[in-house]
């Protein structure tokens, strides 16, 4: 195991109060960010500013956050709907039926997004237009979490409350059981690649990944309590993860090495990751940009 430099992390303040949450780099290379309060998307300015776009007053905070094919910017909201921001500024909102708690987004081949319901316990497919479908989980109150989509435009959705993936194929959801450790597995962050799928275990202190054939690998941190959340997968088969309980960053290579760097601020969550750095989203405020040259 080794150590990120300190020196190599570049920290972006956000104005006081402001709490970033996921991050999303748009098609005009602008990089954005979910903001719990005060509620609303924000853009990095070429200068190191925000621009910041408010939710209307009380109606919820914006969560996680994709880029579909079409350019358009989407999130998922804690008031039930999901939003679509198109690359001219216009918003297009999406009600969804009570009760489903969006959380986890991703961008599907054509400009549909699929999405995670977990208070109804589906998970959802929405069309650029607003046409919204979903499939039911097999398992009761699994508590889906985040969602990626792989190279055959398929989702995979990490069951928190039923330790497994989910993914759908053709309408059909197949799961894939994860392997306990120090706890019973609790997936939250899940990152789809070439080599497999990568999760992130909340509760186990571990990153784990999927194979092609089903196969699982898990890798385990030192630290027990470092509560593993958000995952991002890199070009060389590397996967990249955010650990909140320890204010910390890892990358796991694609043979299980870990390199882990200390983070300012706290709460680490959203990544995004770029051929020559990564972003951290801090929820005490802040984003850190790693350069990629620190690993070793």
Same mark, same amino acid.
């Given at each position: 195991m080794s150590s990120l430099r300190p020196e190599m992390c570049r920290e972006v303040v956000l104005p006081p109060g402001w709490a970033p949450y996921a991050l999303a780099r748009d098609a005009t290379g602008a990089l954005w960010t979910t903001v719990l309060d005060p509620p609303g998307l924000a853009r990095m300015l070429p200068g190191g500013g925000f621009e910041h776009e408010a939710l209307p007053p009380g109606e919820g905070r914006p969560m996680l956050l994709t880029v579909a094919a079409d350019g358009a910017l989407w999130c998922t909201r804690s008031d039930d709907r999901l939003t679509r921001r198109d690359a001219s500024g216009g918003r297009t909102v999406i009600d969804l039926e009570p009760g489903s708690a969006p959380y986890g987004i991703a961008a599907a081949?054509?400009?549909?997004?699929?999405?995670?319901?977990?208070?109804?316990?589906?998970i959802g497919r929405v069309t650029a237009a607003g046409t919204v479908t979903s499939v039911d989980l097999p398992v009761a109150d699994a508590r889906a979490a985040m969602l990626t989509?792989?190279?055959?435009?398929?989702? !995979? /959705? /990490?069951?928190?409350?039923?330790?497994?993936?989910?993914? #759908?194929?053709?309408?059909?959801?197949? %799961?894939?059981?994860?392997?306990?450790?120090? $706890?019973? +597995? $609790?997936?939250?962050?899940? +990152?789809? @690649?070439?080599?497999?799928? !990568?999760?992130?275990?909340?509760?186990?202190?571990? =990153?784990?990944?999927?194979?092609?054939?089903?196969? #699982?690998?898990?890798?385990?941190?030192?630290d027990a309590a470092c509560r593993p959340h958000a995952v991002a997968v890199d070009t060389d088969g590397a996967c990249w993860v955010t650990l909140w309980g @320890?204010?910390?960053?890892?990358? #796991? @290579? /694609?043979? *299980?090495?870990?390199? &882990? *760097?200390? %983070?300012?601020?706290?709460?680490?969550?959203? &990544?995004?990751?770029?051929?020559?750095?990564?972003? =951290?989203?801090?929820?005490s405020g802040s984003l850190v940009a790693i350069e990629k040259s620190v690993v070793a």
């Open positions: 081949p054509g400009g549909d997004v699929w999405f995670t319901a977990p208070g109804r316990n589906r989509v792989d190279a055959d435009g398929r989702p !995979w /959705a /990490a069951l928190n409350a039923a330790g497994a993936l989910a993914c #759908v194929r053709d309408g059909t959801v197949r %799961l894939v059981e994860l392997p306990a450790g120090r $706890a019973p +597995a $609790a997936p939250v962050g899940v +990152a789809a @690649s070439a080599a497999g799928v !990568w999760y992130a275990d909340i509760a186990g202190g571990c =990153v784990g990944r999927v194979d092609p054939s089903g196969s #699982v690998e898990r890798i385990e941190f030192a @320890s204010g910390q960053v890892a990358r #796991v @290579s /694609a043979d *299980g090495e870990i390199t &882990l *760097g200390d %983070l300012p601020g706290k709460e680490p969550h959203g &990544l995004w990751v770029e051929e020559s750095r990564v972003w =951290v989203a801090m929820e």
